[in-house]
């Protein structure tokens, strides 16, 4: 059973920055992709993934201010964000794709005060 286990999150004034970490119970290159998704009341949504080749992509509301990274030797993969807005408020979720599975973390929680 693949495991994830996320942690970073907190509480951060408008401004600041976090730097969540994902932990895999496996090699994160057993998965086709890894990322962080976000959810604030309402739907699921990615924020960030990076494929196995190394390739990233970003919602719009990401790109310039958080960057996904990985360590191989670590299974981690780590999502640095900064200039965070009230609107990043949600429960961060890690994320492993594999074809048609999808594994997830148990979320954490990033909360930005204005």
């Known amino acids: 059973q693949v495991q994830l286990v996320e942690s970073g999150g907190g509480l951060v004034q408008a401004g600041g920055s976090l730097r969540l970490s994902c932990a895999a119970s496996?090699?994160?290159?057993?998965?086709?992709?890894m990322g962080w998704y976000r959810q604030a009341p309402g739907e699921r949504e990615l924020v960030a993934r990076i494929t196995v080749g190394g390739n990233t992509n970003y919602a719009d509301s990401a790109k310039g201010r958080f960057t996904i990274s990985r360590d191989n030797e670590k299974n981690t993969v780590y999502l640095q964000m900064n200039g965070l807005k009230s609107e990043d408020t949600a429960v961060y979720y890690c994320?492993?794709?594999?074809?048609?599975?999808?594994?997830w973390g148990q979320g954490t929680q990033v909360t930005v005060s204005s």
């Open positions: 496996e090699s994160i290159f057993n998965f086709n992709s």
């Open positions: 994320n492993a794709n594999l074809l048609t599975r999808n594994y």
